[in-house]
């Protein structure tokens, strides 16, 4: 099978790693890295062995599939480039900074039959994955995601920055239309929101409450999850998740079918003996190569990616009318 050719455009901190990735992957050829910045793109591309350029009319003729991970206000139109001329391409998030540019990539993708998948890598994250076909019906999700300040990403607040993904995340859990959203923000170190926390009520009654910050102490990523007959938690920044349930009787086994695979950790009893706590078996693997090894087999199977198009989109929305709620107060 010949090797899929892949470029990607955008080779700052994220980007490098995307052509990093791409140039380990036995049956992908990184054909080319691009970026304006001239010493940027001359320095990824030696240290990967790679072709690179400043422009990315340079590398069309070239690729198969794309990654773009360029600064966010200008995705809608380098991806447009790419996808209008039936190039398989990879987003980062958030999709794009506007609904109707979003809206623009997911029809130009149909048209063509161009993959699109958007770059929410938290899905990747192999706890997630370990627990997500697990998951069933939701009642009160909680997220916190918080982190030091960076320079970087700042051209978006930190809601299009950092919650976007766990609200991608419960979208996915829940399954359900968000029926309403209450939000808060505050702007610190920059002119938009540095810290943020929204309420989003789904149709099906969920709550999720979402927190995130890039001016805190330390980082911190946990989802958790309260349902009827368990509650998981989820330790985004360790890879490792672990489930709390209900035992049929005072001291009876009654764990989970997934709870009882090989590799599992133990877990323990409380002292009542009503409730047990297990540690889920998760591979370890690096989310971002997960996420483009999604990427390069939707290609060649031409199938949908895990995240394609239309739930970055609906990720957008959602993260959108967040910010306009912290606004309108």
Known sequence: ??????????????????????????????????????????????ELNAPWFTGADRITDRVDAMSVAVPTTSHHDVALGFLSKGIHTLVEKPLTSTVEEGRELVRTAASTGAVLQVGHVERYNPAVQAVLPRIGDPRFIECHRLAPFVPRGVDVDVVL??????????????????????????????????????????ENGCVANLTASRVSKDKLRKVRLFQSDCY?????????????????????????????????????????????????????EEPLHAELRDFVEAVRESRSPQVDGKQGLEALETALEVVRKVRER
């Open 232 to 284: 998981v938690s989820i330790d985004c920044l360790r890879r490792r998740a672990e489930v709390y349930f209900k035992l049929d009787k005072p001291g009876g086994p009654s764990a989970p079918d997934f709870l009882q695979a090989e590799g599992a950790a133990p877990g323990g009893i409380d002292p009542m003996g009503l409730i047990a706590r297990q540690e889920v078996a998760v591979r370890q």
């Open 1 to 46: 099978m010949d090797k899929l050719r892949v470029g990607v455009i955008g080779v700052g901190h994220l980007g490098f790693h995307h052509a990093r990735i791409y140039g380990e992957m036995p049956d992908v050829d990184l054909v080319g890295v691009v970026d304006i910045n001239r010493e940027r793109a001359e320095e990824v591309g030696r």
């Open 161 to 202: 920055d950092l919650m976007i993904h766990d609200i991608h995340l419960a979208l996915s859990f829940v399954r359900s239309p968000v029926k309403s959203i209450c939000a808060v923000g505050v702007p610190v170190l920059t002119r938009t929101e540095d810290i943020a926390n929204a309420r989003l009520e789904f």
